[in-house]
T-cell receptor, first 111, second 116 residues
Framework: QKEVEQNSGPLSVPEGAIASLNCTYS??????FFWYRQYSGKSPELIMF????GDKEDGRFTAQLNKASQYVSLLIRDSQPSDSATYLC???????????FGSGTRLSIRP | SAVISQKPSRDICQRGTSLTIQCQVD?????MFWYRQQPGQSLTLIAT?????????ESGFVIDKFPISRPNLTFSTLTVSNMSPEDSSIYLC?????????????FGPGTRLLVL
């Protein structure tokens, strides 16, 4: 079992709709959770991080964390073509310094 | 957020040679890391760069092949030694701060390496 699992996609969403990206993790000791966006040919860009159960909103982005289910998700409202990218989920144990990345979900927003 | 720069941005090298990649952060950070990313793949952590001491390598990566230095809090180098075509990849420097309420990690623009 991979430590961080994501559906590789591609996930195709019409412009203006809500894109929902999901991630599960295997280590119950994980404390910090991150979402990175990576455009083709570019390096990953941190867009959200969350530590507590529940929702965290930042503009059009909402991160949701459910530690009991070991599940973290990213919602993108009013999806735009510029949101088309690969989204990487990452988790970290509080006692360790390294972040574990998932393989990423490729998101395509169709006009 | 920390601003991270890398040099060179890209290079084409002959097999058997070595290349040193530099990473500079614009502010003091507690952690620095080196990753590799093959085309279409996710990130693979090579090692954690420790200030003033030997780097901590992940399984499958060794110091003789990927020597790393971190002489201060804002600068690190990664050398890819005795290169082969299998070393062709994007190498990414990452840095971050760890605090009680904020724990973030950022990436540099990457170094695209092609080994012939």
């Amino acid at each position: 079992q991979k430590e961080v699992e994501q559906n590789s996609g591609p996930l195709s969403v019409p412009e203006g709709a809500i894109a929902s990206l999901n991630c599960t993790y295997s280590d119950r000791g994980s404390q910090s959770f991150f979402w990175y966006r990576q455009y083709s040919g570019k390096s990953p860009e941190l867009i959200m991080f969350i530590y507590s159960n529940g929702d965290k909103e930042d503009g059009r982005f909402t991160a949701q964390l459910n530690k009991a289910s070991q599940y973290v998700s990213l919602l993108i409202r009013d999806s735009q073509p510029s949101d088309s990218a690969t989204y990487l989920c990452a988790v970290k144990r509080s006692s360790a310094s390294k972040i574990i990345f998932g393989s990423g979900t490729r998101l395509s927003i169709r006009p | 957020s920390a601003v991270i720069s890398q040099k060179p941005s890209r290079d084409i090298c002959q097999r058997g040679t070595s290349l040193t990649i530099q990473c500079q952060v614009d502010s003091q950070v507690t952690m620095m890391f080196w990753y590799r990313q093959q085309p279409g793949q996710s990130l693979t952590l090579i090692a954690t760069a420790n200030q003033g001491s030997e780097a901590t390598y992940e399984s499958g990566f060794v110091i003789d092949k990927f020597p790393i230095s971190r002489p201060n809090l804002t600068f690190s180098t990664l050398t890819v030694s005795n290169m082969s075509p299998e070393d062709s990849s994007i190498y990414l420097c990452s840095a971050g701060r760890q605090g009680a309420t904020q724990e973030t990690q950022y990436f540099g623009p990457g170094t695209r390496l092609l080994v012939l």
